[in-house]
């Protein structure tokens, strides 16, 4: 199983962003999919996910949404009024039969 993340990029303070994952290989079925980010020097934390309902951490919460698309083993995370602090790799991650798979860091960069 292999993940593609994708739609990263430099965007103002107060702007959007959204974000896509794909995911490919043999998937019989994807359990749930998330949004994770990573700060320099710091440990990844959750963004957002799909497991066990629809899960946000307090400070995206009405900011950003997670979404997917079955059919297309795609999840997305549109980010709006985004803020500096929100600048930090981010990553997505599948649960497919039981087994977590990670895709490759995203850069999303909020600045004037």
């Known amino acids: 199983v292999q993940l593609q993340a994708s739609g990263g990029g430099l965007v103002q303070p107060g702007g959007s962003l959204r974000l896509s994952c794909v995911a490919s290989?043999?998937?019989?079925?994807?359990?749930?999919m998330g949004w994770y980010r990573q700060y320099p020097g710091k440990q990844r934390e959750l963004v957002a996910t799909?497991?066990?309902?629809?899960n946000y951490a307090d400070s995206v919460k009405d900011r950003f949404t997670i979404s997917r698309d079955y059919a297309k083993n795609t999840a997305y995370l549109q980010m709006n009024r985004l803020k500096p602090e929100d600048t930090a790799v981010y990553y997505c991650?599948?649960?497919?039969?039981?087994?977590?798979?990670w895709g490759q860091g995203t850069l999303v960069t909020v600045s004037s």
């Open positions: 991650n599948a649960v497919v039969e039981n087994k977590i798979y």
């Open positions: 290989g043999r998937i019989f079925s994807i359990n749930a």
């Open positions: 799909t497991s066990g309902g629809i």
